[in-house]
């Protein structure tokens, strides 16, 4: 039982696996059905897909050249690349267009056939020559479709079409060699731009192989063609085909010149420096596209470059030469900017460095220094401005001269303008405020130079360095009468000469003079005076003089009647001198004659008066006292005129020592006393204080004492009184005589002190003049005081030290003494 139930279950459960299998199969072809169906659908689709890419690759393969397709741009604006373009089309076109465009074929067949047409002479539909690279680029932009024939080398044709299929570009190229169509129409449209060549395609090519600047030609990628002598003569080659196998080139930047060119579609020009012949030379490198490539000039500029820098370097040095100058100077150029300034411009105009260094138009620039008052008033300052301004379009030859700016400020600028070596105007400021001051007072002081010459009696001249007359005044016209027309111009010294020599032909003077005017060395540019006796019995005193400004002054006196005068005093002198002496000598005589008789005859009173002969009688007494004292009166007088005689010698000799000047005074009134009281005259002797001592000649100071008081006593009447006194006021002692007598006269005063004056009441006139020359000897001087009826005062004032020239010097030791300690304070 068990046995069979379990077999019957494990029926059950088979058929009921068998059932769910079943059941699920079904299920799951019905699910399947449609997937069936779109499978059979795409194979069937893919099918016909297949066959008609079969179809179409048989008519591209039929179709004698390319056709390009990109799905997107192949570049953008900084990418000269071609991208990957899907081909289509015959291998056998491709390899012809390939060859056509002399590339090789390699992984991208399609970005190298390209690269290889791009630059290639083309024209368009219109006959407008273009490049396959400049209308592919405006298709790629702007959706430009474009036609072209490009004329390939070996009298080839290319015809390419450019077109926008939506989002993909299209480019159609047909070999029309392959496609057997008639070449003659396509060649016409480049004919016209040939036809030069072909009128004589080997002169053109003889040309440019004879060029004298080296010539060459490289295809679209970079590969070296062709090249003239000269390019071979510069790599040092032997011959063209060294160069085109060895691809050598004049420097290593010409194939990437070449690609700029091309990509430009214009002319490319540089400057590099390159080794030709074992020398560095300058070349300019001249790049332009051709049918195919690029080709190329290189020029040698080394002069011109060397020009530049020369030219360079001398700007540098002109605007640093500029920029030491005092002067302001600031440059503009052609568009009227600021192109150099130095530091005084900067300076006199107070601007900002920072302000002018960002090029200001001239036009700013004058308004900036309008705005700092810096510019003279204008009544209308546009029009100044704009007559400024146009100073740039003024024709070469319309300078305008130097102008006087009134600033303000107060200063005046000297304003220059020029036209500028490069271009532009450059202005030059100066200020002349100081110099116009300095010319004003210059000018000035020549005039009053002029016009105190003018009112000098003496003639004046001043011949310049150059020996030219540049100075003189009237008196010289009227000395040696010139007219005032002969003097302008600035006469030289020759004509002036001679002139001059009509009236004083002695030519060693005027060569002298000569000499002093041009010579400029210190031996003879000195100071030298001379005399001129003229024919004209003139005679005149010269002088010449150095200037320091290089001039010689000559002045000229008219001394004729100096030297009368002189010559007339010269023997009035003489004959003074001769009456002097002669007086003298009558005085010495006289005085030596007088005093022998007078000796004898006051000895033999003397004797008489004291009784030698015998008493005398009372009536024999008055007789003998009157020949006593008339004896005793010529003696002193002749004593007087002895003193008097030895003074105008210069003989009188003081015989110095130390005086009190209170006992002087007592000793002479003592010794006058008898004879005032015998005229009932009242004497009197007043010293102030202790006078002290003096230097000087005690018996010479004794005997002014006594004349003074002799005078005194001959000018006061009975019943008079005198007064003799000394005082000391500092280094001056005073020995003073007054008496109440007559006095004198005002109109007398004056002679009192002459010699031989006579008074009113008789006497010599020896006395006071004698006590003047005393006085005088010890370096005093004498003073009076009088009215008539009041009284007289003469005083002699003596200094303490006698500094008298008839002083002995050893005498006068204490004067030297403060003399010497004078100075060492002074030192």
């Known amino acids: 039982m068990t046995g069979q139930t379990f077999q019957i279950v494990t029926l059950i459960v088979t058929l009921g696996a068998v059932a769910f299998a079943f059941a699920t199969g079904m299920w799951a072809y019905r699910l399947t059905a449609g997937a069936r169906a779109a499978q059979t659908l795409w194979r069937r689709r893919t099918s016909e897909l297949e066959d008609k890419i079969a179809r179409a690759d048989s008519v591209f393969g039929a179709h004698p050249g390319l056709v390009l397709v990109w799905d ?43 690269e290889g047409l791009a630059d290639y002479e083309a024209r368009s539909a219109g006959g407008d ?47 029309s060699t392959i496609r057997g169509l008639e070449e003659s129409g396509a060649r016409g449209r480049v004919e016209e731009a040939q036809r030069l060549v072909s009128k004589d395609p080997l ?23 062709w090249a003239n002598q000269a390019y071979v003569n510069a790599v040092d080659a032997e011959h063209v085909d060294q160069v085109l196998q060895k691809q050598t080139t004049l420097d290593a930047g010409m194939a990437e010149q070449a690609a700029r060119a091309t990509a430009k579609a214009d002319v490319v020009g540089d400057t590099r420096v390159v080794v030709v012949g074992g020398r560095r030379r300058s070349m300019q490198f001249l790049v332009f596209p051709v049918s195919g490539g690029a080709a190329g000039f290189a020029l040698d500029v080394t002069e011109g470059e060397e020009a530049k820098a020369d030219l360079s370097r001398f700007r540098r040095a002109h605007d640093e ?48 220094m309008r705005e700092k008052r810096l510019l003279p008033e204008q009544a209308d300052f546009s029009a100044w401005k704009a007559q400024e301004l146009a100073r740039y379009e003024a024709a070469p030859g319309d300078e305008t001269p130097d102008e006087l700016w009134p600033v303000p400020d107060g200063r005046t600028l000297r304003v220059a303008r020029q036209r500028h070596p490069l271009g532009g105007l450059m202005l030059i400021f100066e200020d002349k405020t100081d110099e116009l001051a300095l010319r004003a007072r210059y000018n000035t002081l020549i005039n009053v130079q002029r016009a105190t010459l003018d009112k000098l009696h003496e003639a004046v001249a001043v011949f310049g360095a150059n020996g030219r007359l540049q100075l003189n005044n009237n008196a010289f016209e009227q000395l040696w009468g010139f007219d005032p027309d002969e003097l302008d111009g600035q006469p030289d010294f020759e004509a002036v000469a001679e002139t001059c020599a ?19 060395s210190p031996q003879a540019r000195k100071q030298v005076t001379g005399e001129m006796h003229r024919s004209d019995e003139r005679v005149l005193t010269y002088l010449t003089r150095p200037l320091p400004d ?5 002045c000229w006196d008219d001394v004729t009647d100096s030297r009368r005068i002189e010559e007339a005093l010269r023997e009035r002198a003489e004959a003074l001198e001769t009456s002097e002496r002669i007086k003298t000598e009558f005085v010495e005589h006289v005085s ?46 002749i004593d007087d005129i002895l003193d008097i005689a030895a003074i105008d010698a210069g003989q009188f000799e003081l015989d110095l020592g130390d005086v009190n000047l209170e006992e002087v005074v007592r000793e002479a009134a003592e010794l006058v006393a008898a004879r005032a009281d015998h005229n009932a005259i009242k004497l009197d002797v007043r010293v102030d204080g202790d006078v002290g001592l003096l230097r000087a000649d005690r018996n010479r100071l004794k005997q002014v004492a006594m004349n003074l008081l002799s ?24 020995l003073w005589v007054n008496d109440n007598g007559e006095g004198i006269a005002p109109e007398k005063q004056a002679s009192v002190f002459d010699r031989f004056a006579r008074g009113e009441r008789g006497g010599a006139g020896l006395g006071l003049a004698l006590v003047k020359d005393i006085a005088q000897l010890h370096g005093g001087w004498v003073e009076l005081k009088s009215e008539p009826g009041e009284g007289t005062l003469v005083a002699c004032h003596l200094p303490a030290e006698a500094r008298s020239m008839a002083t002995p010097k050893e005498l006068d030791l204490k004067g030297v003494l403060q003399d010497d300690s004078r100075m060492a304070t002074d030192s």
């Open 502 to 520: 009509t009236l004083f032909a002695d030519d060693r003077v005027w060569n002298d003079i000569r000499a002093r005017v041009t010579d400029p």
């Open 129 to 175: 020559e273009t490049t396959l690279r400049l209308r592919f680029q405006e298709l790629m932009r702007q959706g430009s479709p474009f036609s072209l024939t490009i004329l390939g080398p070996g009298g080839r044709f290319l015809e390419v079409d450019g077109r926008a299929a939506g989002t993909q570009l299209v480019v159609w190229l047909s070999d």
């Open 203 to 225: 002169a053109f090519l003889d040309m440019l192989g004879r060029a004298p600047f080296p010539a060459w030609r490289m295809n679209a990628t970079g590969r070296l063609e």
């Open 321 to 368: 030469t500029l920029n030491h100058m005092a002067e302001a100077v600031v440059v503009f150029d052609r568009s009227k900017r600021t192109a150099f300034h130095n530091t005084a411009f900067s300076k006199l105009f107070k601007l900002d460095e920072a302000w002018l260094n960002d090029r200001p138009g001239h036009g700013q620039l004058l308004d900036r």
């Open 72 to 114: 997107e741009p192949p570049f953008d604006e900084t990418d000269t690349g071609w991208g990957h373009p899907r081909i289509f089309g015959s291998p056998v076109a491709l390899a012809s267009l390939l060859r056509f465009a002399e590339a090789s074929d390699g992984p991208d067949p399609a970005s190298t056939l390209m």
């Open 592 to 637: 030596y004659q007088l005093r022998t008789p007078l000796t004898t005859i006051g000895g033999y009173a003397d004797l008489l008066a004291q009784g030698f002969a015998g008493e005398l009688t009372d009536r024999q007494k008055e007789p003998m006292a009157a020949i006593q004292s008339a004896s005793s009166h010529l003696a002193k007088l």
């Open 550 to 554: 290089g001039a010689t002054l000559i």
């Open 711 to 734: 005078n005194a006593l001959r000018h006061v009447q009975a019943g008079g009184s005198i007064t003799i006194g000394a005082r000391r006021e500092g280094d001056q002692l005073t």
